[in-house]
């Protein structure tokens, strides 16, 4: 066995089944290992940034890691922005890089980089192999820190993945959660029970369905709202669910919205802050005399934390008026008439999502409207760009369709953001995937417009529009649809858009709809 089958083996045993790769040279013995490796799906993506936010797109709908595999220190940089948002979504991921062999390193040759103060970016664990006998510990190690929520990062030289082993152990991973701390639930049911207007703001796994079950408990007892951060990695939505109130994106709506409360209890999540800085607001949304608690320090054990939470409030503490979550019923809007503007797509799409849909909103401006239309509608998931680096929606709809094949993606695609990996859509095409790829064709980069406005420039001049203009000259989206190998259509109303969206989630593999905006 040499070093390669060893890292393999161990990430097979650690439960990894599929891996994202744009190897090179510095790989090769990996790329070859997997041919002798059962149980481990390769998956070529074109850009690194696709390897990347396939893996985050995997990692937030299974839970559990997915590896890419990387060439060298450039190979990394040109995942990173991925890798990002994998790390504000606290995803699990692995990277495995290539790395020049030992005895290379030093000599100056063209690609050569220092690998890990990169990884150390986006990385909660980053290592570099020095023998390939520790190949399978450090493989073990890189999983089990990726199931703490975090990216991990092994650095594997070349000749240390073709080194002949003497000793073939294969190490497993080890995840133990760390247990919640007793008195921060118990101060945090009191303030629940005392407080006056409470809150919490969840994240993490108290968004999806078990954390979400047992804040809605929570709810009933105390009668306390139930918050997120306006782009959390992933939230279960839907009729029979708690219903979470996004924290507004510009700090002049978040800040009122905030403000009310006395008591804030972090579940699952840090402190909210501005998403950019703005002169004359502070960065951190909350005073500083709100009162905070964060009853979970782990991501892991959130749940556990939630449920000690109900037991401590205890039937004794309910509040008078508190709801008990009444029976919902489906309850969709109807499809607008009309050419398509940004409430009219997302009033579409909310119209016809099928249950148990996936919905990769990275949609941006045009999506704003979407999210308080899905209350009522049949299960579902949502996914966002969690760490704010465009050009993760295509990526992550390909890597939950890897994650969940049997459910239907929907990826509502603003149009600036999907140049940066648009090449996700031949892994989509090669892997006959079942994403629905929704281009919000405004022809500009709209936010940029509107930060101009924010800062007082509501008539910006030549020089600053081409820096927003994406219509000169139009892309032609079918075009770049038909060269990766996807159907694509353009649509131009909202009953044209209905009827392409209902025709693709009723066909296998993937699918482009440009949505050409009036507005």
Same mark, same amino acid.
């Given at each position: ?46 850009? %690194? ?18 590896? @890419? ?37 030093? +000599? ?48 594997? *030289? ?74 959390? /990695? ?33 579940? /699952? ?10 002169? /004359? ?41 508190? +709801? ?6 489906? %309850? ?11 409430? &009219? ?20 401006? @045009? ?62 095409? &090669? ?29 910006? /001049? ?33 009953? %044209? ?12 593999? *993937? ?9």
């Amino acid at each position: 066995m040499n070093g390669a089958l060893s890292l393999l083996t161990t990430a097979r045993e650690g439960g990894i089944e599929i891996c994202f790769a744009n190897p090179g040279t510095t790989e090769t013995p990996l790329v070859a290992a997997l041919d002798r490796i059962q149980g481990i799906k390769p998956v070529l993506g074109l850009f %690194e940034g696709v390897c990347t936010g396939a893996a985050d797109g995997y990692g937030r709908m299974r839970g559990v890691p997915a590896m @890419t595999l990387l060439h060298l220190g450039p190979g990394l940089a040109n995942g990173i922005a991925n890798l990002h948002n994998a790390k504000r979504a606290r995803s699990p991921v692995v990277n495995v890089i290539g790395e020049h062999s030992t005895w290379h390193r030093g +000599a100056d040759a063209p690609l050569e980089m220092h690998i890990e103060p990169l990884a150390a970016t986006v990385s909660g664990w980053f290592r570099t192999s020095a023998s390939g006998e520790e190949l399978s510990s450090n493989m073990a190690e890189a999983i089990s820190a990726s199931m703490r929520g975090q990216v991990a990062s092994l650095i594997v *030289p070349h000749d240390l993945q073709l080194e002949q082993l003497k000793v073939k152990t294969i190490v497993r991973p080890h995840v133990a959660p760390d247990p919640p701390d007793p008195e921060l639930i118990q101060r945090a049911a009191a303030r629940l029970r005392e407080s006056r207007r409470c809150a919490i703001i969840l994240g993490g796994g108290a968004l999806l369905e078990p954390g979400l079950r047992l804040a809605g408990r929570i709810q009933y007892l105390t009668g306390c709202d139930l918050l997120m951060r306006n782009f959390p /990695g992933r939230v279960e939505r839907g009729i029979d669910l708690p219903s979470v109130t996004r924290i507004p994106y510009f700090p002049e709506a978040a800040i009122p919205v905030l403000a009310s409360y006395e008591t804030i209890v972090l579940a /699952g999540d840090t402190e909210p802050v501005t998403f950019f800085g703005y002169e /004359g607001i502070e960065s951190r949304l909350l005073r500083k005399d709100q009162e905070k608690v964060r009853i979970s320090w782990d991501t892991r054990n959130i749940v556990e934390a939630l449920e000690l939470l109900v037991g401590e409030l205890g039937q004794a503490g309910q509040k008078a008026g508190a +709801a008990r979550g009444t029976p919902r019923h489906v %309850e969709r809007p109807e499809v607008p008439e009309g050419s398509l503007t940004a409430e &009219r797509i997302c009033l579409t799409v909310a119209a016809l999502q099928p249950e148990g849909a996936i919905i990769v909103d990275e949609g941006l401006t @045009t999506a704003f409207s979407y999210y308080p239309l899905t209350e009522n509608l049949p299960r579902h998931s949502l996914l966002y760009v969690a760490g704010g680096a465009i050009g993760y929606g295509m990526p992550c709809a390909a890597g939950a369709a890897f994650a969940c094949p049997e459910r239907p993606i929907i990826n509502i695609q603003a149009d600036g953001s999907a140049f940066y990996t648009l090449q996700a859509l031949w892994t989509q095409a &090669r892997e006959g995937l079942n994403v629905t790829t929704l281009i919000c064709s405004n022809r500009r980069y709209q936010v940029v417009r509107v930060e101009l406005e924010r800062a007082g420039i509501s008539k910006p /001049g030549p020089a600053a529009l081409t820096l927003s203009d994406l219509g000169n000259p139009p892309v032609d989206w079918m075009k770049i649809a038909e060269g990766f190998g996807v159907p694509g259509v353009s649509v131009e109303t909202a009953g %044209e858009l209905a009827r392409e969206l209902g025709r693709a989630l009723h066909e296998p593999g *993937p699918h482009l709809v440009e949505m050409v905006m009036s507005s």
